[in-house]
């Protein structure tokens, strides 16, 4: 049976699906799924193996073939004064034959990470790491500096490096108001699969809670910040698409999504808890807490965001998501 090349791609790619998950019965799965023949599967496998896109672990058994690519830059030797230095001498060649759409997050957010090492970390070095397999491209930016989310705690005054974490969810954060807008991570991390910075011993991530994201990352507990970012090479998001979800008619940042089971390791309880979130909330004209995640929350710390913050900003539209049976009488409680 022949097959159009688009059919075809097909096949191959949840091939790839099916070796990612392991699953057992590879060959009946991918048979089943398209009303081919195992035999036609074994034809594909053989092709992918040839093409070095994927190896053989043992009978019935493959994996992705992951190439790995390192470059160190140095401040001394000029390599940190231009932002796209980085891109354009060592990453790019490693996106240029995706699609334009993928080239284009890629360009975005690997720009405004190095851009951070430049301008906000004193680092000295920076090392860029570039794993790539025929699905998937991740990137490791790790930097000897100051840690980000001390450089966060310390120029704002917060008191814990948590709570430097927990603003960052917001967006429009920066140590450097007059030459950045802070929106850099906040939409990096939305448009990449993964996005993961490591500081501290402390996680930043919009994935904090699924495994993947974090055993992706090779061990890492040196000085300064890494940031992880990962994304499809096959990826069908658009980067005005992302930005239009979180700005006006007009373009602007109005909007941020503040996924609270990041922010809080239990169920939040306090107005404590809560005026940390409300921080810096009256810069945006819509807030969505997510509350996926989380089995309750406190009295004292729903008062204070639906009531206490909400009278006081009634120009500010507070929409929570994603709250379960406790979570939602506890909204309504409050609000009556």
């Known amino acids: 049976m022949r097959f159009d090349q688009n059919k075809k791609q097909d096949i191959r790619l949840y091939i790839l699906e099916k ?7 590879l ?22 193996i040839e093409e070095s896109i994927i190896r053989r672990v043992k009978r019935g058994e493959y994996e992705l073939v992951t190439q790995r690519f390192e470059y160190a830059l140095d401040r001394s030797f000029g390599h940190l004064d231009s932002d796209t230095y ?26 405004e990470m190095v851009n951070n090492v430049m301008d906000h970390s004193q680092a000295e070095h920076l090392n860029l790491i570039v794993f790539q397999n025929y699905l998937t491209t991740s990137v490791l930016i790790i930097d000897d500096g100051v840690g980000i989310f ?15 974490i927990g603003e960052l969810f917001k967006g429009k954060l920066t140590t450097d108001a007059k ?28 994935n904090k809670y699924e495994d993947i994201a974090i055993l992706s990352i090779p061990a ?25 979800l ?14 609270l089971k990041n922010v809080f390791d239990t169920s939040p309880v306090s107005r404590s808890q809560a005026k940390r979130i409300c921080h810096r909330l009256e810069a945006f004209e819509e807030v969505i807490l ?43 409680h409050v609000t009556g």
């Open 19 to 25: 070796i990612c998950q392991k699953d057992p019965a």
């Open 27 to 48: 060959s009946k799965a991918v048979a089943d799924t398209f009303g081919i023949n195992q035999n036609t599967v074994h034809g594909y496998i053989k092709e992918l």
């Open 86 to 111: 980085a891109y354009d001498a060592y990453f790019q060649q490693h996106i240029s034959a995706f699609p334009p759409n993928v080239r284009e997050i890629w360009a975005y957010a690997f720009s």
């Open 150 to 164: 001390r450089k966060i705690k310390e120029h704002f005054g917060y008191a814990t490096l948590e709570d430097a």
């Open 179 to 206: 030459n950045h807008s802070g929106e850099g991570i906040f939409f990096s991390s939305k448009l990449m699969d993964r996005f993961v910075i490591l500081s501290d011993r402390k996680l930043f991530t919009n």
């Open 220 to 244: 890492y507990h040196g000085p300064g910040t890494c940031v992880f970012m990962s994304l499809s090479n096959f990826s069908n998001k658009k980067s005005h698409e992302v930005f239009d």
């Open 246 to 259: 979180y700005a006006s008619v007009d373009g602007g940042f109005t909007k941020t999504r503040i996924p």
């Open 290 to 332: 997510d509350f996926d995640g989380l089995e309750w929350m406190g009295q004292g710390f729903a008062h204070q965001i639906f009531v206490v913050f909400a009278q006081a900003h009634p120009q500010i539209l507070l929409t929570p998501i994603n709250m379960n049976e406790a979570v939602t009488k506890m909204y309504q």
